[in-house]
């Protein structure tokens, strides 16, 4: 049965303090939250402080980064590699659409970060989603693009995102799904079309990986999810959790996401 995951990405919000209050009040009300893991990602220098204060945490609740670099140690101003956060968190974000928008990143650059996390022993947590924002928007219905060009962007991120990872290394993969018009914008997809974006997905997984592993895969919905259309995303069979950016900031909004996915 697949892993079913709901992710909180704390981007770069909360003060200390704050993130040592939401991640208290999470520990306890996530703790009567079962058959789902749940993953915490606060900003960077919040990680060690907040591991801290979650030492007596429930085994579903897990925590991640919101990025890593790739290369391990070295001349590289301001990043954090996935080498340091090895033993600190159990999953990575990788490929985010605010990444790869505000910080200019290549799909290359996605690749190795997915192949260093894997490496050290996390999980990637791929995010991809469809580019072609302003254009569809200014031309088509609330700004959803066709199927058919959401397939293609989507294939292609897939195709370079995941490079070189072999079929041993599936385990340590789960893919995000993140149309980019919906992040932030408060107009989240219908449960319907992210769930068909999702069995394409799945059918690309399963050209690459075979049916098996790639059944295993976890996929995510992500943007604008609120404890108000969460039902749209639980009950659609190809997707297993989300991935909340502003939602995750409100402890009873993100617990509800919490519930919405639990067995
Ligand atoms: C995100 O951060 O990936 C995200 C989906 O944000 P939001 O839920 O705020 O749209």
């Known amino acids: 049965m697949r892993q079913r995951l709901v992710v909180g990405n704390w981007k770069m919000h909360t003060t200390l303090s704050e993130a040592l209050i939401l991640a208290t009040s999470l520990r306890n009300s996530i703790s009567e939250v079962g058959g789902v893991r749940v993953v915490l990602c606060p900003p960077f ?18 925590l991640g980064a919101q990025d890593a670099y790739y290369k391990e140690e070295g001349a590289v101003t301001g990043a954090v590699s996935a080498a340091m956060l090895r033993g600190i968190v159990d999953y990575v974000i990788v490929g985010h659409s605010e990444r790869r928008r505000i910080f200019k990143e290549s799909s290359t650059l996605v690749n190795e970060k997915v192949h260093a996390v894997i490496k050290q022993g996390m999980t990637a947590i791929l995010a991809v989603g469809e580019l072609t924002r302003v254009h569809h928007q200014e031309k088509r219905h609330h700004g959803r693009p066709t199927r058919t060009e959401a397939r293609s962007d989507i294939t292609t991120q897939l ?29 989240a997809a219908d449960g319907v079309y992210a769930n068909h974006i999702a069995e394409l997905i799945r059918k690309w997984l399963t050209r690459r990986f ?23 995303f ?24 919490c519930h919405a996915f639990a067995r």
């Open 234 to 257: 639980s009950g659609q069979p190809e997707l297993d959790g989300v991935l909340a950016g502003g939602s995750s900031l409100k402890a009873k909004e993100f617990t509800a996401l």
């Open 210 to 232: 075979g049916a098996s592993l790639a059944g295993e895969i976890p996929i995510l919905y992500g943007g604008s999810v609120t404890s108000e259309n969460v039902e749209e």
């Open 159 to 187: 195709e370079e995102g995941l490079e070189g990872i072999s079929k041993k290394e599936v385990g340590q993969i789960a893919i995000a799904y993140e149309p980019v018009w919906a992040v932030g914008t408060g107009q």
């Open 45 to 62: 220098p919040w990680i060690v402080p907040v591991a801290e204060i979650l030492t007596h945490r429930p085994s579903h609740l897990k």
